[in-house]
């Protein structure tokens, strides 16, 4: 079955504790994307990637990392997390920019807090 | 700047009872703009995509249209089954590349 795989889908943490959320894909995506989704903002794009080795930042860097290292991987890295990241976080691919004949396919979410 | 606003926030229906759902838009250059419905606990899912004004799509009950500044998601006849939130998001080129907007969403509940 094609999907988005984020692990964990729950997490609780304290401020400054290292994170990692993983995500994966089997469906030979060039393009992943991380957003968050806040209530009322909708989703914002944190970091995207168009191929292995490539990624660049989106509108709400600050505070995360990210690496692709491998097709089908793209984790999401909070170095030193703070509660107003606090929010629910979706991963993302698609053939190409998630345009056109290609829209995203998301994973179903990791929700974070940060106390 | 760029922008796109979904409304309203929230919306009602009983069964049966037809309604619309409104996506604005102010962006620079329209490549396309994407209809998604999310499932409590679950990410967005693809329905639509619409290219230019006067498009429309259809799947089931409902049926996108476009103009040149609004989409409209029209519900015939609803069912319990399509209560989820449904997001609208537009495509544009920006800084280089193609850029997704999404709006925040109307959450649609629909009830026996």
């Known amino acids: 079955e094609a999907q988005v795989t984020q692990n964990p889908r729950y997490l609780i943490t304290v401020t400054g504790k290292k994170l990692t959320v993983t995500c994966s894909q089997n469906?030979?995506?060039?393009?992943m994307s991380w957003y968050r989704q806040d209530p009322g903002l909708g989703l914002r794009q944190i970091y995207y990637?168009?191929?292995?080795?490539?990624?660049d930042k989106g509108d709400v860097p600050e505070g995360y990392k990210v690496s692709r290292k491998e097709k089908r991987n793209f984790p999401l890295i909070l170095e030193s997390p703070s509660p107003n990241q606090t929010s629910l976080y979706f991963c993302?691919?698609?053939?190409?920019?998630?345009?056109?004949?290609?829209?995203?396919?998301f994973g179903n979410g990791t929700r974070l807090t940060v106390t | 700047e760029d922008q796109v606003t979904q409304s309203p926030e929230a919306l009602r229906l009983q069964e049966g009872e037809s309604s619309s759902l409104n996506c604005s838009y102010t962006?620079?250059?329209?490549?396309?703009l994407f209809w998604y419905r999310q499932d409590p606990g679950k990410g967005p899912e693809f329905l639509f995509t619409?290219?230019?004004a006067g498009e429309e799509k259809e799947k089931e009950r409902l049926k996108a249209t476009l103009t040149k500044k609004e989409s409209f998601l029209h519900i015939t006849a609803p069912k319990p089954e399509d209560s989820a939130t449904y997001l609208c998001?537009?495509?544009?080129?920006?800084?280089?590349?193609?850029?997704?907007?999404f709006g925040a969403g109307t959450r649609l509940a629909v009830h026996p």
């Open positions: 993302a691919s698609s053939f190409l920019e998630g345009g056109g004949d290609s829209p995203l396919h």
């Open positions: 469906m030979n995506h060039e393009y």
């Open positions: 990637s168009m191929n292995v080795e490539v990624t």
């Open positions: 962006v620079s250059g329209l490549r396309g």
């Open positions: 619409l290219y230019s």
């Open positions: 998001a537009v495509q544009t080129f920006s800084g280089g590349y193609n850029k997704l907007i």
